[in-house]
């Protein structure tokens, strides 16, 4: 530790896990004690479950963006970039800081939360062809992409372009995939009555999941009342199916059926940023293994939670780990500024236990299933809870504020169906919005902290 001046703790990602870390750090640590540093690439934290709801439009996409700089009570030193590789034994992190600069922070502490990037496979055409759900780009990108194929629809004299144009395909029957299957749904519903030129009959919404059940975290009878919800709103369920290949203009599933498609959304789950594998540390399956206590065993001064991590899950128990949620994420960072501050302050650090509170799944309108502790609801009280919860848990006073009144008004006033071209010229999909190539190899941090290459 550097003993001159304070004790440097930097926190890598501003994401549900690494907000709350340094929030509390601010909170209990006074500025003589120890500097902190948070390394983001954007000026906001996002609220990532609500993304289904700027997709369709329900929500602006700056309602969800909370802003990092709201309150002149923090203290944090922010650098704007990614960190793109971490060398443990110098205890230095290379960051790519967003003029592309390359630059050596280094630390006392490290707090590792850069969260997760959408799972693909080896499918041809894949990462080529399909849409992520997990940045606001790509929310934003996937609303104006699913209007200007319902604009495009109507202008062609081609029944077999109209037709490819207006069928959708959504993989992962997940809260993520699901969510945005209804949301979406909803939305090209309410759009074509204002589109007379166009059959509503040929709007065709699909969801495909490997999974024999959608969200089987819900159970039996409430996974069953939200396919009928989706198969009532004329969504296509499949499940036991993936994706065998993904073109241009049609995706073939695994069961031999040939979509006629402009439209792949890919949701089917997480892994572990690619921070996580320049660290040459231990993983299980690409979450850095961490002890109860989120520390990674043997190097003292890292932590890593949130998405990124494989934390136990003492109160499930049997070997389980913490599932990758923003529920466990923000509780993890309250509590791993904690442990922070105890190991800081020579004290005993103290395991994480969480039980799960429960799933809130909102299908848009009134449509809803939730299990809030163990309780089933659906409908509207579990849209009650559902929203209830997420505005609950929002940080600043102005984000509740935008999705109340973003809320109201679409209660009120109805979806609308502006395509604001900025991001439609360019096709952009998954392999383009996550960074994922940005990363070095362990051997590159190494050569770039000894200062004998500079990575290009
Ligand atoms: C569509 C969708 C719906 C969801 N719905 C729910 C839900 O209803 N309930 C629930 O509990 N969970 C939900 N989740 C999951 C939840 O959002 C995640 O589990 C949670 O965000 C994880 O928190 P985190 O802090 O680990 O990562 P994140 O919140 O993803 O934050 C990671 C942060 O790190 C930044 N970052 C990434 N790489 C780097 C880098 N190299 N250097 C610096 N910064 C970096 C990112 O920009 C981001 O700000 C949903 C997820 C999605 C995608």
């Not at 490819?164 to 909803?186: I, W």
Request: glycine content about 8%.
């Amino acid at each position: 530790m550097n003993t001159v001046t304070r004790p440097r703790i930097l926190v890598v990602g501003a994401g549900f896990a690494g907000v709350e870390c340094v929030r509390r750090l601010e909170r209990k640590l006074s500025p003589d004690e120890a500097d902190v540093t948070l390394v983001t690439p954007f000026a906001y934290q996002l609220y990532l479950p609500l993304l289904p709801q700027v997709a369709s439009g329900v929500l602006t996409p700056q309602s969800i963006a909370v802003s990092l700089r709201r309150s002149k009570k923090y203290r944090t030193r922010i650098i704007p970039g990614g960190a793109i590789g971490v060398d443990l034994k110098s205890k230095v992190c290379v960051i790519r800081t967003i003029t592309d600069e390359i630059v050596n922070e280094p630390y006392d502490y490290i707090v590792l939360a850069p969260g997760s990037i959408t799972r693909t496979f080896d499918i041809p055409g894949l990462t080529d062809h399909a849409f992520g759900m997990k940045t606001l780009a790509e929310a934003a990108y996937i609303r104006d992409h699913v209007i200007s194929q319902l604009d495009l629809a109507d202008a062609s004299q081609d029944p077999v372009e109209r037709a490819s144009r207006l069928q959708f395909v959504v993989v992962g029957g997940g809260y993520a995939g699901t969510e945005t299957a209804a949301c979406l749904q909803r939305l090209t519903h309410a759009a074509v009555k204002r589109y007379p030129r166009l059959d509503p009959g040929l709007i065709k919404w699909h969801l495909i999941d490997i999974a024999p059940k959608l969200m089987p975290e819900l159970g039996d009878k409430l996974g069953s009342s939200a396919q009928e919800i989706l198969r009532r709103r004329g969504i296509e369920i499949s499940l036991g199916t993936s994706i065998a290949k993904a073109g241009p203009e049609e995706v073939t599933f695994t069961d031999g059926r040939a979509i006629p498609t402009r439209t792949l959304i890919w949701t089917a789950g997480v892994v572990a940023s690619p921070l996580i594998a320049t660290l040459g540390a231990e993983t299980v399956k690409g979450r850095l293994a961490v002890a109860p206590e989120m520390n990674l065993p043997g190097d003292d001064g890292v932590f890593a939670l949130g998405d990124s991590a494989a934390v136990p899950d003492l109160a499930k128990g049997d070997g389980a780990m913490c599932p990758p949620t923003a529920q466990h994420a923000l509780r993890q960072g309250k509590h791993v500024a904690d442990n922070v501050i105890a190991s800081l302050r020579g004290q005993a650090m103290k395991p994480y236990v969480h039980k799960d509170l429960g799933l809130v799944v909102d299908l848009g309108g009134t449509d809803a299933v939730s299990k809030p502790l163990g309780i089933e609801l659906r409908g509207l009280p579990a849209q009650a809870v559902a929203r209830g919860y997420h505005w609950s848990a929002l940080r600043t006073n102005v984000a509740k504020t935008r999705v109340m009144t973003n809320w109201l008004l679409n209660a009120v006033a109805g979806d609308d169906f502006v395509r604001t071209g900025f991001q439609a010229r360019k096709a952009a999909r998954l392999k383009d919005f996550e960074y994922t190539d940005a990363y070095l190899t362990p051997e590159q941090v190494r050569a770039q902290v000894e200062g004998s290459v500079r990575p290009e």
